[in-house]
């Protein structure tokens, strides 16, 4: 996965190369890492920077504004271009000029590609803004479409790049799939010996960021906008409110203090300076990124930027010239970047950088006896999952992050602008942006420097190697743990990590597979780790077709369906809802009805302004209790949700901003970590629990979607009658200090019963089967109920408001456009939702999720579809289409479900079998 090589090698064949020798070992004389001062424009590879140009911006400072944008670069720059286009009043300011920092140094590459449909989108709309910018404001940005060429020096690389082509169709990409020859014809000046075939792209490109940065300023001020340069933010002032809401209130800088509602913070590798005024954390790790440019080579004019993913290396046309650069695995970690680096950089370490020579003179030989015209290092910043930090803070209302760009901020910085600018204006972005929201990542962690840095470092190194589906990090692990982690452990589990927390994944017949210290690959003198069981097993996950353990994953399958299972969701969100306001919180948090009284555990959804589904979970209604984490004391009503893991920051978060803005009176116990949660499913899950409480158990005492407080052996829980995998079960939230207790009575007592240790990777299978939703998988922020097939979740039929309910009101109405269907194939494929869907031979949507359905023998997708003429999607209109599945370039016959494949009238989870 990660490719490297020692320094002696590296400087060995460094000096048997003498054009390269003479040119470098003059420059890297003094590569000690420290800080030079630069002309700009002699560093960087383009015609003009926007240093020591003198400030452009307004002249006085305004005392208010809506919004301000602290930051100058391309995404600050994007986020005022768009904010002004909504008609806010927003102000910019810049300590010293536009684009210094990153923006001014980076490589402006355009990949249109990704390994998201929604990256794709945003960058799509980040190439149209680029190509659109001079016609609206009369500055050239530096579009230049020259191609992108991906290069796969073996199969599994290729059809990565095939699953990529597929989903690029569905935003009418063109792209084309390259045998070695074909490839030589396109680049002459390319080796082939070694590529196994290529990825050619014609749409993509480079920009200019000076020219960019400067269309999108003129294009705010001319909207009403206004631009402050060599002006320092100094302070920010926050306020609490009456319910102890703490606002931001002022931006306080060098030229005087503006009063505003809203603060996007887009500084870069400096936003944790800015987070600190405010008190918030701002996990990013600055580390030095570089990349060098050729002298002349003849023949390279008009050819393609290149990535060359397996050798970690990119190779961008530059005129008559390459820059080259790419991604180490020991890449240079800063603490900090001083406030006054604006347009220096850095010495270029040559131990650290050298590892691109060799892969750069082996992909276009022409390179090796080729001088170096500049150097450029400059500080970058980078992320735990090498995605940005975008979105409102959990902790202060109005200020936004809009930072930790991991060196595509240029490439995406319009559609992140964009998103950036809805979501100060109407409280979300236009589109399902969770996958960078500050939300997604655990509360807890975000101040702990070795979780930030380790992780960060390896979605570094590893940004170039093959994205699947089950990948697992190594770094920082174990920060988490659940009750009954250390017996899972012990029975072979293999445990993956979600929102900070270990969960387990599937089991191993062979015994433990513990997490070892975070080795760093080896770099920076760290010893591999030896005898990594864990590494070793999660590798095997690496692959596009179905793992090794495909079968065992499938025994956890059966032994749920016939007999009885455990499975530790301990991750999840555990919060209860009290006090004088709690039932008018949930009544307008909820879709669903929670006026069912005392007992009742409700699937419902939490919706936004425009009916988009925020998640979908559990609420039980319960009653004060003994004081206990499962059962706490209160007066009034109180609720108790039941959130998946990985959303459970975003989840307390939505409902503690609900509390705030309608101003109830209502508190949050946050009892995540004090719970367990063991989920006990399969036919024989109730005569196992029987056996053990003396509850009775039956239909009419104890039926589905209904809770209680039992106990089992003198440790007391709550158990709600509930499924996520569509069979009879219970879970059971029990008290963290008694949880291992319950485990071992009911796996001592289930030995009869046949029970067995059951993983998430076989209850999502499960579930998929089932016909179960995952949220921000095939539910997503941009998804209503109506299109998920979820209207029983909404409370429709009763005269109670809530959240979302005048948009839901209005699509039932209107109609949807879009409909969630379900789709099985008699061939095993092993889909991750990069697939498209056709309707008879037409293109009409994408696989969300995909999985492969044990019981059924078939796979499972799940997909939204629109009509072609852009119609209402009806049930006539699924039914009555042909279907197909596209994966890896080849169409697969589908057949499409209106009803779960797996009991569709849901008799299991009633107990009928």
């Known amino acids: 996965m990660l490719r490297g090589s020692t320094s002696r090698g590296l400087q060995s064949w460094h000096y048997a190369t003498s054009a390269w020798h003479q040119t470098l070992g003059r420059r890297l004389a003094s590569s000690q890492g420290g800080a030079r001062g630069t ?7 383009y015609e003009q920077t926007l240093k020591n140009t003198g400030s452009e911006g307004e002249a006085t400072l305004p005392s208010s504004a809506d919004v301000v944008v602290i930051g100058g670069g391309a995404v600050g720059c994007s986020t005022l271009y768009h904010l002004s286009k909504l008609g806010m009043n927003a102000v910019l300011v810049e300590k010293d000029q536009l684009t210094a920092g990153t923006t001014w140094h980076t490589a402006g590459l355009l990949w249109q590609f990704r390994t998201s449909d929604i990256e794709i989108e945003l960058i799509n709309y980040s190439r149209h ?5 001079e016609d609206e404001t009369g500055v050239n940005p530096g579009w230049i479409e020259n191609g992108g060429l991906f290069i796969a020096s073996n199969k599994v690389r290729l059809d990565e790049y095939k699953r990529l082509a597929t989903l690029g169709s569905l935003f009418n990409i063109e792209s084309h799939v390259l ?15 070694d590529v196994y075939g290529t990825l050619y792209v014609p749409g993509d490109g480079t920009m200019e960021p000076a020219g960019y940065c400067t269309a999108l300023t003129r294009g705010a001020t001319r909207n009403g906008a206004k631009v402050f340069t060599e002006t320092a933010v100094e302070a920010i002032t926050v306020n609490e409110d009456d319910f102890g809401v703490k606002r931001v209130k002022t931006v306080h800088t060098s030229r005087g203090s503006i009063g505003c509602d809203a603060v996007v913070n887009a500084t870069g590798c400096w936003a944790p300076k800015i987070g600190e005024m405010v008190g918030v954390e701002v996990p990013l790790v600055p580390m030095k990124h570089a990349y060098v440019v050729t002298e002349r080579i003849e023949g390279i004019q008009n050819m393609p930027n290149v ?6 290396l990119y190779l961008r046309l530059q005129g008559d010239a390459l820059s080259l650069g790419g991604y180490e695995a020991h890449p240079e970690i800063l603490d900090e970047v001083a406030n006054e680096f604006a347009f220096s950089l850095y010495d270029l370490n040559y131990d650290v950088f050298g590892v691109h020579i060799e892969g750069a003179v082996n992909r276009v030989p022409a390179i090796e006896n080729t001088g170096i015209k500049s150097t450029v290092c400059g500080p970058e910043s980078f992320t735990a999952d090498h995605k940005p930090i975008l979105g409102e803070s959990p902790d202060v209302r109005g200020f936004y992050y809009g930072c930790g760009f991991n060196s595509a901020g240029m490439m995406m910085s319009g559609g992140w602008g964009r998103e950036l600018a809805h979501w100060v204006k109407n409280g979300r972005p236009q589109v399902d942006m969770y996958s960078y929201d500050i939300r997604r990542f655990n509360s807890k962690l975000l101040g702990n420097k070795k979780w930030r840095v380790e992780r960060s470092h390896e979605a570094y190194a590893k940004n170039y190697s093959i994205v699947f ?14 009750a009954v982690h250390q017996p ?7 445990y993956e990590e979600r929102h900070g927390w270990e969960r387990p994944g599937w089991f191993s017949p062979e015994g433990p597979a513990p997490i070892l210290p975070y080795d760093y690959y080896g770099s920076y003198d760290t010893p591999v780790n030896e005898n990594n069981v864990y590494k070793s097993r999660v590798e095997k996950d690496y692959t596009f077709d179905f793992p090794e353990h495909h079968s065992l994953i499938g025994e956890e399958v059966h032994a749920c369906r016939e007999n009885v299972v455990v499975i530790d969701m301990s991750y999840f969100g555990k919060f209860f809802l009290t006090g004088p306001d709690a039932q008018k919180l949930v009544n307008w948090t909820f879709s669903g009805d929670m006026q069912k009284g005392g007992g009742s555990t409700v699937y419902t959804c939490m919706l936004n302004d425009n009916g988009g589904v925020e998640a979908d979970l559990t609420v039980s209604t319960v009653t004060s209790g003994n004081g206990q984490a499962h059962n706490p004391e209160f007066s009034g009503p109180g609720f108790y949700v039941a959130a998946g893991g990985a959303i459970s920051t975003h989840v307390r978060t939505h409902i503690q901003n609900v509390i705030n803005d309608k101003r109830l009176k209502c508190q949050i116990i946050d009892n995540t970590e004090k719970m367990a949660v063991l989920s006990i499913q399969g036919p024989k899950s109730r005569d196992l629990l029987q056996e053990l409480t003396g509850a009775d158990l039956s239909n009419d005492s104890f039926p589905f979607s209904t809770n209680k407080v039992l106990s089992i052996g003198g440790a007391e829980f709550l158990a709600l009658r509930i499924s996520f995998v569509g ?17 071992r009575t009911l796996m001592d007592a289930g030995a009869k019963y046949g029970i067995k240790n059951c993983g998430y990777r076989a209850m999502d299978s499960m579930s998929v089967e089932k016909g179960y939703r995952h949220w921000h998988a095939d539910l997503r922020s941009t998804d209503t109920p109506l299109e998920a097939g979820l209207a029983f979740t909404c409370k429709l039929k009763t005269p109670i408001p809530f959240k979302g309910r005048e948009a839901i009101e209005k699509q039932k109405q209107e109609g949807i456009r879009k409909k969630l269907i379900c789709l099985t194939t008699e061939k095993p494929l092993c889909l991750s939702g990069f697939e498209t869907i056709f309707r008879d031979g037409i293109l009409v949507g994408n696989v969300r999720q995909g999985d492969y359905a044990f019981t059924l023998g078939k796979t499972v997708a799940y997909g939204y579809i629109k009509c072609p003429d852009g119609g209402k999607v009806t049930m006539d209109f699924v039914r009555q289409g042909n279907y197909e599945i596209e994966f890896m370039g080849k169409k697969y016959a589908a057949f499409v479900h209106t009803k779960s494949p797996f009991d569709p009238e849901n008799k299991r989870v009633k107990g009928f079998y």
């Open 307 to 312: 990535r060359d993913h397996d050798a970690s």
């Open 488 to 494: 899972l452990l012990e029975a072979g589990c293999v």
């Open 727 to 743: 069979e009879l079960g219970w879970e059971l939230h029990v008290p963290s200090e008694t949880a291992v207790q319950v485990y």
């Open 469 to 482: 589906m089950h990948d697992q990090p190594l770094a920082a692990r174990n920060h988490i743990l659940g």
């Open 179 to 193: 045998s070695p020859e074909e490839t030589k014809e396109l680049y002459p000046l390319m080796n082939v010996s």
């Open 39 to 45: 002309n700009a424009s002699s560093g960087v590879p």
């Open 129 to 133: 803004l680029l190509k659109t910018l």
